[in-house]
């Protein structure tokens, strides 16, 4: 991790400029309350009625109004453009757990570099959070308690192979690759789901209803 520019040992949730359903932010802000406005986002929160502990992006698309109102000491200016505001966030936030909210269902490339981010970053715990589901990078390790049915995809960003219980499919013996063997549509058929892989690169993306089940996995994961 570079010298983060946030340390806190709560939960944060993380801003972004997509589609943000504000019932789903605040009811994400109550078990992360940290705030954090990527880039432009900062606007966002003040037009929510919410002040960030900290703006962190290129500044390019954050407006002359909230760099005014937003304290100076919490506006964190990154101008190397060899990476997006998502990541310039990402690897200078030091936190138990980073909830995403507003990466997804807008610009497609935008979403995209989101996950790639997340492979480049693959012992920062984060959970991206969009209307119908909530994605994670796997460790190496993730025992999951869900219903019998519930849908377990798996997407993998690189090639990577692993083992699975509790799963209607097993993957023992696949080799997963972006442009071959992806794992979508895979379902609980146990009411516990135990995943292990023999590398980073595999995300996992859950219905939204299943986001505690998330939780408590990466919280516990070897």
């Known amino acids: 991790m570079k010298n983060p520019v946030l340390k806190t040992e709560k939960s944060v949730t993380l801003l972004g400029g997509g589609q943000v ?8 802000l109550k078990s992360a309350p940290i705030l954090v406005a990527a880039d432009g986002a900062a606007d966002r929160a003040l037009a ?23 304290p100076q000491e919490r506006l964190h200016h990154i101008p190397e453009q060899d990476s997006t505001d998502f990541e310039k966030c990402l690897s200078r936030i030091d936190a ?16 995209l570099a989101v996950y790639t981010a997340l ?3 693959p012992k920062q715990r984060c959970i991206i959070v969009g209307e119908f589901d909530v ?18 995809s798996l997407f993998p960003m690189g090639p990577v192979t692993g083992r699975s219980e509790g799963l209607r499919w097993p993957i023992e013996g696949l ?16 009411a516990q789901v135990h995943l292990a892989f023999d590398g980073p690169g595999m995300l996992l993306i859950l219905p939204r209803s299943d986001l505690a089940a998330l939780v408590q996995g990466l919280a516990f994961d070897a």
């Open 48 to 70: 929510e009625g919410l002040m960030p502990e900290a703006v962190i992006g290129d500044f390019d698309s954050v407006s002359q109004h909230a760099r005014e109102v937003i």
């Open 119 to 121: 492979m480049r970053h």
């Open 135 to 152: 994605i994670a990078h796997v460790p190496s390790s993730i025992s999951l308690t869900l219903a019998p049915g519930t849908r377990v």
């Open 21 to 28: 359903n504000r019932e789903i932010l605040v009811d994400i």
């Open 96 to 111: 138990p757990l980073i909830f995403g909210v507003g990466f997804t269902g807008a610009r497609v490339d935008h979403e």
């Open 175 to 190: 080799h997963f690759a972006p442009a071959g063997r992806v794992g979508t549509s895979n379902e609980a058929s146990e």
